[in-house]
Every structure is written in structure tokens, then in C-alpha cells.
Nanobody
Framework: QVRLVESGGGLVQAGGSLRLSCVASGRTISSYAMGWFRQVRGKEREFVAAISYSGTTTYYADSVKGLFNISRDNAKNMMYLQMNSLKPEDTAVYYC????????????????????WGQGTQVTVSS
């Protein structure tokens, strides 16, 4: 069974930075596309960023492009989301997700395309 666990969330002032981490267990992630989503209570989960299994291709939501950076370290079975210049509207629970099929499409942006999900980590940006 694949398990994803996020960490690194917390409270930060507007303009600050946070680095989220996602560690996978149960299988190696090196052949699976992965991504980050976020959800505000009462709203739908939204796509934030995606990364190919090799890490060479990335894709971002327009709202975070140029501010957030997604990366992965397959040797450590980990994925990261570096978030800079945070704004109050970035406040949400952030989830990491993994494709269920190996060597699939490089980039997945839709929630239903992902099979495995973490439990989420809260990010709160104060104004």
C-alpha cells in the first residue's frame, strides 16, 4: 500500500516562504508523476503544481507560477513544494498526490488522474 505524508506546513506572514515535503512509502516514486493540490474549507480542491517522474518537466497553476517551485528527489522518495512570496489567499490545506500507473503521462493536473493522496498539511498566511 502506498502512503504519502506531507509536512512543512504552518503559519507564516504574507511575503514569507515555506517548504512543503512529501515522503512516500510502500513503493519507489521514481516512475510516477506527482503533484500538489490545495483546498480551502468549503471549496473544491485545486491544482497547484505537477512534476514528471524524472523531475525534468514541471507545470504550475497560473496563480502560483513564478512563486512556487516543485521538485523531487527520487533517491529519497520525496517531493517538495517551495512556496515564496506567500499571500493570504494561499492559505489552504496542501495535499501531495501520486499517479497510480508507472511511466504514465508526464504531467497530471486533474484531481481524478491521481490515485494516491496524503492527509494534507495546513498552510496559513497571515496579512
Amino acid at each position: 500500500q502506498v502512503r504519502l505524508v506531507e509536512s512543512g506546513g504552518g503559519l507564516v506572514q504574507a511575503g514569507g516562504s515555506l517548504r512543503l515535503s512529501c515522503v512516500a512509502s510502500g513503493r519507489t516514486i521514481s516512475s510516477y508523476a506527482m503533484g500538489w493540490f490545495r483546498q480551502v474549507r468549503g471549496k473544491e480542491r485545486e491544482f497547484v503544481a505537477a512534476i514528471s517522474y524524472s523531475g525534468t518537466t514541471t507545470y504550475y497553476a497560473d496563480s502560483v507560477k513564478g512563486l512556487f517551485n516543485i521538485s523531487r528527489d527520487n533517491a529519497k522518495n520525496m517531493m517538495y513544494l517551495q512556496m515564496n512570496s506567500l499571500k493570504p489567499e494561499d492559505t489552504a490545506v496542501y495535499y501531495c498526490a501520486s499517479d497510480g500507473s508507472s511511466w504514465g503521462p508526464d504531467i497530471l493536473v486533474r484531481e481524478y488522474e491521481y490515485t494516491y493522496w496524503g492527509q494534507g498539511t495546513q498552510v496559513t498566511v497571515s496579512s
